[in-house]
């Protein structure tokens, strides 16, 4: 699978992600963000506690400002003594920001996991469903060209 064009709306781009994790844990509570969601768009409590999922809908770098948002999120949701989170953002970590993300491990009480762009796309790739209801690739998804011979895509190859 290609680089994704993710929308350019950041409510759709966290819906892409929270519809896929839906898919993958049918009991996972979706949380409205219009009056706060306490640091998580998304929780699933199991017999062990709460599992908490932020996403982002940042794609480029993990700048400052948006390192400061994601760290201001997880201190939120923190408040809830989450058994295990994981950040949702299509951008794969470069060393640098790996070891930032690292270091929030000390912050938190609770273990993060950070979910990239490539685990997002497999994730796609396990659910094609999600795909085909967000993005507009579900021809190239089947390997038909879409009407007029080349497939329409959000994807670049």
């Known amino acids: 699978m290609g680089d994704m064009e993710w929308p350019k709306d950041p409510r759709a781009s966290e819906q892409v992600i929270t ?9 996972l509570l979706r949380v409205d ?8 768009d998304a929780q699933l409590t199991g017999p062990h506690g709460v599992h908490v999922f932020e996403t982002k809908s940042f794609t ?5 400002g948006r390192r400061e948002k994601v760290e201001k999120s997880l201190g939120r949701a923190a408040l809830l003594n989450p058994v295990s989170g994981d950040v949702s953002v ?9 070891k ?3 270091s929030l491990q000390q912050r938190f009480s609770f ?20 795909r085909r209801v967000y993005f507009a690739d ?8 879409a009407s007029g011979g080349r497939p329409k895509s959000h994807l670049t190859h």
């Not at 519809?19 to 009991?27: D, N, T, V």
């Not at 273990?111 to 999600?130: C, D, F, M, N, Q």
């Open 19 to 27: 519809g896929l994790l839906s898919c993958m844990h049918p009991q």
């Open 33 to 40: 963000g219009s009056g706060g969601d306490g640091g998580r």
């Open 60 to 64: 480029g770098r993990m700048a400052k």
């Open 90 to 98: 299509p951008i794969d970590l470069n060393p640098t920001e790996e």
């Open 100 to 102: 930032w993300f690292s």
């Open 111 to 130: 273990p993060l996991s950070w979910r990239g762009a490539t685990w997002i796309k497999a994730r796609l790739a396990e659910h094609p469903a999600v």
């Open 138 to 145: 579900h021809h190239a998804e089947l390997g038909a060209p």
